[in-house]
C-alpha cells in the first residue's frame, strides 16, 4: 500500500473506510498509527490480525477533545480532568474505567480504558470526519519498532491496512506517556516525552512507578520496540572497548554513538545523535531503521544520559537491546 499525501479529499476517504470497517493508518505526533473504528469489534480485530498481535493486549481509543472522555470512561476522577486541560492534545495516554459500551475487544477483556487526544492536524482532522474514537495502536508489526514516517508504515504492514496517510515524520518520534488513573493511585505505565516531573506539578501529587504493571502493557514487555539486529546498549566505556575485542574483528557493526567520536569505515556505520533530548527522541526509531537495514551483525547503542528527562529514551533503548555487560558476563 502506497502512502497517500493526506489531503482533505484523502482525511474524508480515510474516514469513510474506517465506517466501512477497515484499517487506516494515520500520523500522530508521536508515531504513526493503525486505526479502525473503536466501537466495531471486527474492524478492531482486523488490527490484530494485521499486526501479529496477540488479542489480550489492549489498544489506545483516540479521541477528538476531552469532552469525548465521557463516552469511554466511568467515574472520572478530578485527576484525569486534571492531565486533560493541561496536556491534550498531547503525547499522553490515560487509562480509567472503561464505559460498558466500549468493546472488549478494545480494551483486551480489561475493564479499564485507554484514551488519548493527538496533537497532529491529520489525527485531529481525521478523528473530526469521522466522528467517533479511533482505536490504534502503533502502526508495526508486534515486538518491531514503532514507525515514524509513512514509508516505515508501508514496510511494516504492506497491504494489511487500507489506506496510509502521510504527514511527514511524526515530531516526538516516542510513543506516549501513559498514566493509569484507573485506582486511587495515580501510576506511570509508560515513560513518555511528557515526564513525570511535569506530570506530578500537575497533579500534586506523586506517581507510583510499578516495576511490573499487573495490567497487561506490551509496552512493559522486555523485548519490544526492537530491530531484527541483534542490539546491544552499553556505556562508551564499554563501546571503547569493544574494539579491541577480537570476536567483532571483521564484523559488520553497526554504532549509534552520543559522545563517542568514531571513525567510519566499510565494517563500520556510525550514527552521531543529537544532544538534546527531545532531537534524540525524534531521531531514533528512524536510526534504528537505517541501521537494521544494513544487514549487520551487531548494532552497538551507546547510553545516553540517565537523568529523568531521558527515562523514556532509556526504557525503549533498554527494550529495544541487551545490556552488553549482561551477554559478555
Ligand atoms: O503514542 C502512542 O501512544 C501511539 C500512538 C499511535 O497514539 N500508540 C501506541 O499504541 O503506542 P500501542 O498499542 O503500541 O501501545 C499502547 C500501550 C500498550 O502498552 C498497551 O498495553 C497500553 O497502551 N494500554 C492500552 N490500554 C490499556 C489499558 N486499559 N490498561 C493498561 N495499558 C493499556
Ligand atoms: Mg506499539
Given amino acids: 500500500m502506497n502512502p497517500v499525501i493526506a489531503d482533505q479529499s484523502a482525511i ?22 493503525l486505526g479502525a473504528d473503536a466501537k466495531n469489534p471486527e474492524a478492531v480485530l482486523r488490527i490484530f490480525a494485521a499486526k501479529g498481535r496477540p488479542v489480550d493486549h489492549p489498544l489506545i481509543v483516540h479521541i477528538a477533545d476531552k469532552t469525548a472522555l465521557e463516552d469511554w470512561a466511568i467515574e472520572t476522577p478530578a485527576f484525569a480532568w486534571k492531565l486533560a486541560e ?28 485507554a484514551l488519548r487526544v493527538p496533537n497532529h492536524l491529520v489525527a485531529l482532522e481525521l478523528l473530526k470526519a469521522f466522528g467517533g474514537g479511533i482505536a490504534a495502536p502503533s502502526a508495526n508489526r508486534f515486538c518491531r ?3 515514524t514516517q509513512a514509508s516505515h508504515v508501508e514496510e511494516e504492514l504492506g497491504d494489511a491496512v487500507d489506506l496510509i496517510l502521510d504527514g511527514g515524520s511524526c515530531q516526538v518520534g516516542l510513543e506516549s506517556t501513559i498514566v493509569d488513573l484507573s485506582e486511587v493511585q495515580p501510576k506511570l505505565l509508560r515513560p513518555g516525552q511528557i515526564n513525570r516531573l511535569e506530570i506530578e506539578e500537575v497533579l500534586q501529587t506523586q506517581l507510583v512507578m510499578p516495576k511490573n504493571p499487573t495490567i497487561r502493557a506490551p509496552g512493559m514487555m522486555e523485548v519490544h520496540y526492537s530491530p531484527v539486529t541483534s542490539t546491544m546498549f552499553c556505556s562508551a566505556q564499554q563501546l571503547q572497548g569493544v574494539f579491541q575485542n577480537q570476536a567483532l574483528l571483521n564484523r559488520k557493526i553497526g554504532i549509534v554513538a552520543y559522545t563517542l567520536e568514531i571513525g567510519a569505515s566499510s565494517q563500520i556505520h556510525v550514527i552521531t545523535m543529537p544532544k538534546q533530548v527531545d532531537d534524540y527522541a525524534h531521531t531514533l526509531y528512524n536510526a534504528l531503521r537505517e541501521l537494521d537495514r544494513l544487514s549487520l551483525d551487531i548494532i552497538l547503542v551507546e547510553q545516553p544520559p540517565q537523568t529523568e528527562e531521558w527515562r523514556a529514551i532509556n526504557d525503549r533503548l533498554g527494550k529495544a537491546s541487551k545490556f552488553l555487560s549482561e551477554v559478555m558476563g
Fill in 12 to 33: 474524508h476517504k480515510a474516514a469513510d473506510l474506517l465506517r466501512q470497517g477497515r484499517l487506516v493508518a494515520f500520523p500522530t505526533e508521536t508515531v504513526y498509527g
Fill in 86 to 113: 493541561h496536556f491534550w492534545p498531547g503525547p499522553l495516554t490515560i487509562v480509567l474505567k472503561k464505559h460498558p459500551d466500549a468493546p472488549m475487544e478494545v480494551t483486551g477483556g480489561q475493564n479499564t480504558v
Fill in 145 to 147: 519498532i514503532s514507525p
